[in-house]
């Protein structure tokens, strides 16, 4: 019995392998592919990115950056606002196309109530450039720029032109090669720009390659940015030796000198400082021009009973806050009273640029109202003007009720313009940008030819590039002559000049000052300070006038109204 049944079960287990044999082994079931990661498109890698921008280590503005997508090009809008001296916003529009590349460029910069503009757009295989500076007398429109630049990189600090960059990343030891372009520049140029892999500072913060930029021919010439390589996303920015533009260093003194910058993603926009609060010896006071146009400003007074002797003061002029000289005249026993110009800060109306005979109807009306205020002897108010301040005052005295008046840093013999502006375009623009002769030329053609074609054609603005212009400063300036209004005065006057003033060079001091007395007009002095330049060093001073313009001031005071 037991051989049978191991013969049987051998059988069985024969019969199971015969039955077996010849059929396939049955493939396991498959497994899903995993799915690449996908690279995100660049407006989704740009948006709701925020940053911090640090100048010297300290904090001077916060940027946050939206994009989005119309038919084949990328729409990339940017909001930086900032705090240097004062509040201000920047606000960039900029339109790629497929490859990343600009085709229109706008950048607005507000501050105290009025707005410059710059604007960038490309034709064919070339670029032009509108630079509308409020600073400026009038628009400035350069065009045939050449090679077209892929990125907008000025010398005011933004991420956005990183962020940019950093789209652009690609793999391999290869440099990128691109060219740049400042449209905050008076005369824009396309720069060379190369991008290569820095390996020794890759890591530097986790997950991040670090890129080396150079561009060439630059005041800031080298920045390193580093980027996550696969999302393209910028994280940090360091420039050691940054550059402010011209524009930027003549309104605050503290961008003068270069420092580090460096601009840091954050996840939330830090606070930015605040101004500082007005000392409690101001006195708000409100008044209405000649026009109806409500006005701010603030008295200083003295310690002790009034009435006392009076400054009305109006400083440099163009997009800036009023004078404030600390409480340096109050300390001489004097009242000092500055106003915000129509259009700024908290005084109502228009900014016009170069709105002199406007602006000159505030003087005589902020001298009214002074002249009735009780703390204020009417019969020792003194006009103290620096810069475009000086000149607006110059136009007031004629009508004016002053016992006598200050001008500084504003004296020149003959129209404004175009003499004025030609000094200050060979003196100031083209030292600061290095132009050669030929760059010169160009500008001067751009510019001052150009606007005497616009005076001769009778414009009283015009559309560039979409954007309107007010040629008002242009008809003034070469209307107005200094000499016609100071020769018509019989008060003193006091002319003070900064020896090394670019600016407002002292030659046109100096001859205006000989042409008045060539014609008997001998209630005129000048004098002539010899390390001083623009604005005779206020900036420099913490708004207070040097030790120097002060004395030789009350020195000339004191034979006259105490």
């Known amino acids: 019995m037991s051989r ?45 990115s925020r940053f911090a921008i640090y100048y010297g280590g300290t904090l001077i503005a916060t940027e946050e950056i939206q994009a989005s997508r119309s038919n084949d090009q990328i729409i990339v809008y940017s909001e ?18 497929s490859l990343l590349n600009p085709v229109r460029y706008d950048l607005e910069r507000s501050a ?48 956005l032109p990183f962020a940019l960059l950093a789209l652009r990343y690609q793999e391999g030891p290869a440099p990128l090669q691109l060219h740049c372009l400042d449209v905050l520049e008076d005369l824009p140029q396309s720069r060379p720009m190369t991008i290569t892999l820095n390996m020794e500072r890759t890591g530097e913060i986790i997950g991040t390659v670090a890129l080396e930029g150079q561009i060439k021919n630059s005041r800031t ?22 550059h402010f533009g011209l524009w930027e260093q003549r309104s605050h003194s503290s961008l003068r000198k ?25 006195v708000p006071l409100n008044f209405s021009s000649t026009d109806g146009t409500s006005l701010y400003g603030e008295l200083i007074l003295p310690e002790g009973k009034g009435p ?46 170069g709105a002199l005979r406007t602006l000159a109807q505030d003087v005589l009306a902020a001298a009214e109202v002074l002249s009735q205020r009780p703390e204020i002897d009417p019969q020792r108010l003194v006009f103290l003007g620096l810069g475009e301040g000086g000149q607006i005052g110059a136009l007031a005295l004629p009508s004016s009720p002053f016992a006598a008046a200050a001008l500084g840093a504003c004296a020149y013999d003959g129209p404004l313009f175009p003499g004025l502006v030609e000094k200050r375009i060979d003196q100031t623009l083209a030292p600061f940008y290095r132009w050669d002769e030929k760059a010169l030329a160009r500008y001067r053609t751009l510019s001052v030819q150009r606007w005497q074609e616009w005076l001769f054609q009778g414009k009283e603005h015009v559309s560039l590039m979409r954007r309107r212009a007010s040629l008002q400063a242009l008809h003034e300036q070469a209307e107005i002559d200094l ?38 007009q001998k209630n005129v002095s000048l004098v002539i300070f010899e390390g001083l330049g623009k604005d005779l060093g206020i900036e420099e001073n913490n708004g207070a006038l040097p030790p120097e313009v002060e004395k030789a001031l009350f020195s000339w005071l004191k034979q006259l109204v105490q």
């Not at 920047?90 to 196309?97: A, I, P, Y």
């Not at 509108?130 to 933004?158: H, R, T, Y």
């Not at 010439?221 to 393209?232: N, Y």
């Open 4 to 48: 049978l049944r191991y013969l049987l079960v051998g059988l069985c287990i024969l019969l199971c392998c015969g039955a077996c044999k010849g059929k396939a082994t049955p493939t396991p079931p498959p497994m899903p592919t995993p799915l690449p990661t996908a690279t995100p498109l660049p407006e989704q890698t740009l948006a709701d």
């Open 80 to 97: 930086l606002r900032g705090f240097i001296d004062y509040p201000f916003v920047e606000r960039r529009t900029l339109v790629l196309s």
């Open 112 to 159: 105290l109530g009025a707005r410059s503009t710059w604007v960038a757009s490309r034709t064919g295989e070339e670029i032009a450039c509108l630079n509308n500076n409020l600073d400026w007398p009038a628009p400035v429109l350069a065009g045939g720029i050449k090679p077209i630049p892929q990125i907008m990189l000025e010398s005011s600090p933004s991420a």
């Open 221 to 242: 010439p080298t920045f390193t940015l580093w980027i996550h390589p696969s999302t393209h996303l910028l994280y940090s920015v360091e420039i050691p030796i940054y």
């Open 258 to 282: 270069p420092a580090s910058l460096e601009i840091r993603r954050v996840s939330k926009l830090p606070p930015l400082p605040a101004p500082t609060p007005a000392p409690k010896q101001r």
């Open 308 to 353: 006392f002797p009076c400054f009305l003061a109006l400083g440099p002029g163009g997009v800036r806050p009023r004078w404030d000289p600390g409480e340096s005249f109050a300390q001489r026993g004097w009242a000092f009273f500055s106003y915000d110009q129509r259009g700024l800060g908290q005084s109502k109306g228009a900014f016009t640029r």
């Open 483 to 520: 000499f016609s209004s100071l020769s018509h005065t019989s008060i003193p006057i006091l002319l003070l000049h900064g020896k090394q003033d670019h600016w407002t060079p002292r030659e046109g001091a100096q001859a205006l000052y000989a042409h008045l007395q060539e014609t008997g």
